[in-house]
């Protein structure tokens, strides 16, 4: 199975709104609603943003949000704040009840 | 409170196995699937498997069958990943992390373990 794609990296200023990219194939991102995504600082294990494409965990802010077209799932920070700065990666469940993550992205706060 | 303990840092030569260990507390321990990531240095995520602490079910990624054997014991809340044959390009951080969702293969990792470093060098 193949990694799904991301773009490398992604900037944008305080305040704004930035959104990161997640294209699969059908027998992944587009055949199921099982797009999760994680938020990963240095050094620490990441930390669940969205679940089932658009879900998010208890305690995580609403400036964070997740939707899904076709075979390509994005995520979407609005509000974006110093504390954002990090790296990004999604993840789907696969037809033959695997995982596969994206190749991550890198959120820079200018 | 819930959550997975995993063993320490290990140093291995190449070929050698290695075995990191993940216990749970906190939960059901055969409530949920565990999974195993693992992330080289500067690298992203790679998703390994999964283990069914209830049936005892694993499903591996292609890349690792025949070297990765992820084994639980129930009675301790401990899974583990045995990794044999190590190379040099197995060195990375290894993570075990819970999945919550029904199927328990949803991919959303609710919780995760500290993560065990593992060098591979001669």
């Known amino acids: 199975q193949s990694a799904l794609t991301q773009p490398a990296s992604v900037s944008g200023s305080p305040g704004q709104s930035i959104t990161i990219s997640c294209t699969g194939t059908s027998s992944d991102v587009g055949g199921y609603n099982y797009v999760s995504w994680y938020q990963q600082h240095p050094g620490k294990a990441p930390k669940l943003m969205i679940y089932?494409?658009?879900n998010r965990p208890s305690g995580v802010s609403n400036r964070f949000s997740g939707s899904k077209s076709g075979n390509t799932a994005s995520l979407t920070i609005s509000g974006l704040q110093a504390e954002d700065e990090a790296d990004y990666y999604c993840s789907s469940h696969t037809s033959n009840r695997k995982v596969v993550f994206g190749g991550g992205t890198k959120v820079t706060v200018l | 409170q819930v959550q997975l303990v995993q063993s320490g840092a290990e140093v291995k030569k190449p070929g050698a196995s290695v075995k990191v260990s993940c216990k749970a507390s906190?939960?059901?321990?055969?409530?949920?699937?565990l999974h195993w990531v693992r992330q080289a240095p500067g690298q992203g995520l790679e998703w390994m498997g999964w283990i069914n602490p209830d049936s005892g079910g694993t499903n591996y990624v292609q890349k690792f069958q025949g070297r990765v054997t992820m084994t639980r014991d129930t009675s301790n809340t401990t899974a583990y990943m045995d990794l044999d044959r190590l190379r040099y390009d197995d060195t990375a951080v290894y993570y075990c992390?819970?999945?919550?969702?029904?199927?328990?293969?949803?991919?959303?990792?609710?919780?995760w373990g500290q993560g065990t470093m593992v060098t591979v060098f001669s």
């Open positions: 992390a819970r999945d919550p969702g029904i199927s328990g293969t949803g991919g959303a990792f609710d919780i």
């Open positions: 089932e494409v658009n």
């Open positions: 906190g939960y059901t321990f055969t409530g949920y699937f």
